[in-house]
């Protein structure tokens, strides 16, 4: 009788590592009897101000809400604009519009893939009030030209660094300086709250008004006041959400480094003549300022005879988890009706048509890895144009 092979199991995209001490200290949440917001949010909030330097730090339920709060704190409202860019997760526009306010798209830089400062200017104009850059994939925008640039033209930032917690910029963490500051702490990032985000702000009377665009404007005094003189949201994290947060952060550095050796694994074995000779894209090799939210690949689209959505049917048949992160925002439907088409940012379109993002997060193997790009440097080898 022969001997039943064991078969391989499914690699995913990301799975996040939640250890047992955490999922303890949610039973122990849930049998307190509180588990909206309350102590543990404090406390989440207290650690994430430490993190960030002493700035005040609220948590809310998604790293969407933080953008919308705070270009409301910004001032930012209709007949205003929004410099952004065209390569992020279709929410970073969306809570543009949801303010009333117009997206600017501004093309990438091919190499980093986030927003081309040097574009940025040539797209101001007198209603221009904010600019929000994206840290894709965990790599920092260049704060010092990103903040040269508000200050010449009296613009208010928010940073959308849902990506980048964890990374640095000059030395410095990615919320310890600069001006509004959103991270997202969803299951797919380098630390969860399985759902939730955090804005970092600059004071303690905008971390009030936040406070009450997070839960309908409320204000409350005494046993029985209430005041509501802002119309805010349904936006607060629970305390089950901020007890796994607070198993998650002291691992922060801890999964950071193993995200960043996976990398350097990735990079070894796509310079080998295999990979190297497929024409393939890599990220920037920045093991300095980089959190490794992704490892994300440019495939060379015009030099194969099949999709991407073709490749990544083929991998996950061997086996394979892969994402795209992002088709190009103004391309969609909603923003098309807005006045933007086909070609407007070329290089944007170029790398969103092409751009995977492959298995990458702690508990992986260097065997994965290996896994990996052994799989798809084979499917497109069998359909690459020689």
């Known amino acids: 009788?022969?001997?039943?092979?064991?078969?391989?199991?499914?690699?995913?995209?990301?799975?996040?590592?939640?250890?047992?001490?955490?999922?303890?200290?949610?039973?122990?949440?849930?049998?307190?009897?509180?588990?909206?917001?309350?102590?543990?949010?404090?406390?989440?909030?207290?650690?994430?101000?430490?993190?960030?330097?002493?700035?005040?730090?609220?948590?809310?339920?998604?790293?969407?809400?933080?953008?919308?709060?705070?270009?409301?704190?910004?001032?930012?409202?209709?007949?205003?604009?929004?410099?952004?860019?065209?390569?992020?997760?279709?929410?970073?526009?969306?809570?543009?519009?949801?303010?009333?306010?117009?997206?600017?798209?501004?093309?990438?830089?091919?190499?980093?893939?986030?927003?081309?400062?040097?574009?940025?200017?040539?797209?101001?104009t007198p209603a221009t009030r904010a600019l929000m850059p994206v840290d894709l994939a965990g790599l920092p925008v260049d704060r010092d030209r990103l903040y040269a640039i508000a200050k010449k033209h009296n613009l208010r930032v928010v940073e959308d660094a849902a990506q980048s917690y964890g990374s640095t910029w000059g030395g410095r963490r990615i919320g310890a300086i600069g001006d509004f500051v959103s991270f997202s702490f969803h299951p797919n990032k380098n630390v969860t709250t399985i759902e939730g985000g955090a804005l970092v702000l600059n004071n303690d009377a905008e971390a009030r008004l936040a406070e009450q665009y997070r839960l309908q404007g409320v204000v409350r005094s005494g046993f029985d006041g209430m005041a509501v003189e802002i119309v805010g949201g349904k936006f607060n994290l629970t305390d089950v959400a901020a007890r796994v947060g607070l198993g998650q952060f002291p691992r922060l550095d801890e999964f950071n480094a193993r995200r960043a050796a996976l990398a350097r694994v990735y990079f070894e074995l796509f310079d080998a003549p295999a990979g190297r000779d497929l024409g393939l894209q890599l990220p920037p090799r920045d093991f300095t300022t980089t959190n490794w939210h992704m490892f994300q690949v440019v495939l060379p689209g015009e030099r194969l005879t099949i999709k991407r959505a073709g490749v990544m049917e083929k991998l996950h048949a061997a086996g394979i988890g892969t994402g795209v992160h992002y088709p190009a925002i103004h391309l969609f439907g909603v923003y098309r009706r807005l006045g933007w088409k086909d070609g407007d940012f070329p290089l944007a379109e170029q790398v969103c048509r092409n751009i995977l993002t492959l298995p990458l997060f702690p508990t992986m193997t260097r065997a994965d890895a290996e896994r990996v790009v052994r799989e798809l440097t084979a499917i497109l080898t069998a359909h690459f144009r020689s």
């Open 1 to 124: 009788m022969s001997a039943t092979a064991t078969p391989t199991p499914y690699l995913p995209l990301t799975r996040p590592t939640i250890d047992d001490e955490t999922i303890a200290g949610v039973g122990e949440v849930l049998r307190s009897g509180w588990i909206t917001s309350g102590p543990k949010v404090k406390e989440l909030e207290a650690k994430l101000s430490e993190y960030c330097g002493g700035r005040p730090v609220r948590v809310f339920n998604s790293g969407t809400c933080t953008m919308e709060i705070a270009l409301r704190l910004a001032g930012v409202g209709p007949g205003h604009e929004v410099i952004t860019t065209p390569l992020s997760w279709v929410a970073t526009s969306n809570v543009i519009l949801e303010v009333g306010a117009r997206p600017v798209f501004v093309d990438i830089d091919p190499v980093t893939r986030n927003i081309d400062l040097a574009r940025v200017e040539a797209a101001i």
